[in-house]
């Protein structure tokens, strides 16, 4: 079967058109379709939608460039759909940038010009309102903005389309503001305390500037609702589910993958495998990586950055994979699902709409080491009842086609929406 046909098997009956965030999803939690306000469309078809929107002038905003990462990927694959878009962000890596869009439609700030602004994005932010609204964005049809980090600031023109896909609302800002300012320094505690309450305002007021927004899922579409007072629609963000296949054999270890960094608490899961006497094989690095070889007993094994092709065997291997972080969405559990393989998650975020109890791995209620140990334990006396096949195939709703099509209906919506009976502008 080919991959074509295989996610077209596995994609569930399409909610009503029209429904909104906040309406009832499918049992995948997949989007919503939109019906196309200008022709009739064959459903996930790229090439059908670039002819479509070839006429639009489109800028993609996003808020730097610097290496991959989720926000980047949404990014790189919009423009399968907007191959004519330019894009505009703060700051850049020119060699990293090239793989996302060619030179001559890349555009940045004047942050740019700052020596070592790429290295240093982060602390540049108390200047990024004044750098987004600088962006000369004038005679673009649509815009769409990508924001984690500041991006849906900037001044659209009055006859544009602004839609905002939002990876999450700025967490340093919000949700997680009191735990990077306990993560600081004295200095940059001070200055957190002065610019962060200025820059939360001027982030809802931004928010005025959005026509529509599109949130990754439930959870973030909760999060925007929260702070800045706006429905969104829910689309899942395309996870290059294609790419993996299940293995004929899989091995005894248990698998985290990803960056190691403190809120996907992988102490978490070298402490109950500890416990429990289970190897757990642990790829990337980070700045946690220290200390988490401390923490490490006899069975606990650092990969290191591993190529794709060794994740690949890695995912298609393992018992399981453990998700004891919340994540807004989280593509690493898509990824293991799609290698056929069960996700063991913290009961919260994204993970809570991507893995589906006695199909596709369980859940555990507490970020606790005796909560992890617990489920790792219900797993294994179920293990057997877990079907490789039906775990794929619920991978495969949140593939790279699926998003562009809703995404593309998503926005061919908008555009229709574009002016009132009246011709104004709405």
């Not at 939002?166 to 610019?195: E, G, I, N």
Request: proline fraction near 7%.
């Amino acid at each position: 079967m080919t991959v074509e046909r295989e996610i077209t098997a596995a994609l569930p009956p399409r909610a009503a058109p029209g429904a909104g965030a906040g309406s009832n999803a499918d049992a995948t939690g997949a989007t919503p379709a939109f019906p196309s306000g200008r022709g009739d469309v064959t459903l996930r078809d790229e090439a059908a939608w670039r002819a479509h929107f070839a006429g639009l002038r489109v800028a993609i905003v996003h808020y730097w460039l610097v290496g991959p990462g989720g926000g980047e990927n949404v990014v790189k694959t919009m423009l399968r759909i907007f191959p004519q878009a330019h894009v505009h962000t703060l700051v850049a890596d020119p060699d990293y940038a090239r793989t996302i869009v060619p030179d001559e439609r890349l555009h940045t700030s004047f942050l740019q010009k700052i020596p070592g602004a790429a290295r240093f994005h982060r602390s540049l932010l108390p200047v990024a309102p004044m750098a987004l609204e600088n962006l000369d964005l004038d005679g673009y049809d649509l815009i769409i903005s990508s924001e984690s980090g500041p991006a849906k600031g900037i001044m659209p023109p009055l006859d544009a389309v602004h839609v905002c896909y939002c990876h999450s609302p700025m967490r340093y800002l919000w949700d997680q503001y009191h735990q990077y300012r306990r993560d600081a320094s004295a200095l940059k505690r001070l200055v957190l305390s002065v610019t962060i309450p200025r820059l939360r305002l001027w982030d809802v007021g931004s928010a005025l500037r959005v026509d529509r927004f599109v949130a990754n899922s439930r959870y973030i579409a909760g999060r925007i609702a929260r702070y800045y007072r706006r429905p969104a629609e829910v689309i899942y963000p395309p996870v290059e589910v294609q790419d993996f296949a299940p293995s004929a054999e899989v091995d005894d270890y248990y698998l985290i993958t990803g960056r190691h960094v403190s809120y996907k608490r992988i102490d978490l899961a070298i402490a109950a495998c500890n416990r429990l006497g289970r190897r757990l094989v642990i790829t990337g690095k980070g700045p946690e990586t220290a200390a988490l070889r401390k923490l490490a007993g006899p069975t606990i094994e650092f990969a290191g950055q591993c190529s794709f092709d060794e994740l690949k065997r890695h995912y298609a291997r393992a018992r399981a994979f453990l998700m004891p972080g919340e994540e807004d969405f989280g593509i690493a559990p898509v990824e293991a699902m799609a290698s056929g393989r069960p996700v063991i998650a913290y009961a919260s975020g994204g993970a809570t709409e991507t893995v589906v109890p006695g199909l596709s791995g369980l859940h555990f209620a507490e970020q606790s080491v005796d909560s992890l140990v617990a489920a790792i334990e219900a797993f294994e006396a179920q293990e057997a009842g877990f079907d490789t096949a039906a775990i794929r195939a619920h991978a495969l709703s949140f593939s790279r086609e699926r998003f562009l099509d809703s995404f593309a209906r998503f926005v061919d919506a908008a555009m229709a929406a574009r002016t009132t009976p009246a011709g104004t502008f709405r």
